[in-house]
């Protein structure tokens, strides 16, 4: 059967799910911090995050003790699963209910499975920092809207996977941020950056610092900005001239109060090639990050096609 272009880029608007979209991200930065708390140091924090798997969103393999187990969402038969390289198992459903009741139902779950963790029990990069044991405001989940998601979140990683093979230099995977619950990708040119000013909510400074130690280009997609998510593309530092270089295609656009390129998901969703709208967005961001640095580009991009 052919797959359409709507059913590979579904439309999903930011309001209809704003509820289990908060839900959810409270949910993820709890299985995210389990990650934090037993996964061994990366650059630039690559080591707490999540990645798009074939049923949803993973952990991938979490070092514990002497073996290692791994936690995922399952958003087609809405589950969250925790698996142990003992054999253990154990599943939770994913259903309506409170942060707090999610918390408690997830750390009695690992305790069920032998695994002993204890994390800062609160969320990091929000406004309100609710504890997870006294959030009572979040508890919303619909299935149909989970999975959509999802859904969204494939499309792009396929895409930023593509992009990322364009590159020779350092970069990092194509992962999923639960901080700011945005998939991202990011390329480095290879010098040092000045220090971050930092200034995330609920999130102390050195972190930021860490993150960005070194000058980058990033991209990724958000489920926020516009009517069903957006697009985005920034440099740090921002070098003089970058948010005045043209980019593609028309629908993207700088703005200012982010200091990022932005492209409204359903400027690519409504394309008649959705593919290709994204990558001349992510190439052409990436092309006025790298001209006007001054990246030494002969020996970062990827010149030659690689073999399919």
Known sequence: MRTTSNEVWPALRVDDWADTRDTLHMWMQIVGKLRLARAPMVNHWWQVTLYISARGLTTSAIPYDRGMFDIE???????LIIRSCTGARHRINLEPQTVAAFYEEVMAALDAVG????????????????????????????????????????????VLNRFRGEFSGKASPVHFFWGA??????????????????GAPNCADWVMVEGYSHELASSGFW?????????????????????????????????ASVHEFLLPYEAVRTADEPEATLLEFLRSTYDAAADTAGWDREHLDTVTPRPR
Not at 239 to 254: E, F, L, N, S, V
Request: no cysteine.
């Open 181 to 198: 619950m945005d998939l991202a990708y990011t390329r480095f040119s290879g010098r040092t950056a000045p220090p971050h000013p930092g």
């Open 115 to 158: 695994i002993d963790i204890t994390i800062l029990a609160r969320p990091v990069e929000v406004e309100r920092a609710i504890p997870f044991a006294e959030d009572t405001t979040h508890a919303a989940y619909n299935r149909d809207h989970a999975n959509t998601f999802w859904r969204q979140l494939m499309a792009a990683d396929r």
């Open 73 to 79: 969402f399952d958003f087609i038969d809405h589950e």
């Open 223 to 255: 489920p926020g900005g516009s009517a069903e998510g957006s697009f985005y593309a920034y440099a740090y530092p921002e070098p003089d001239g970058y948010a005045d270089t043209p980019i593609r295609p028309r629908a993207g656009y700088y703005d």
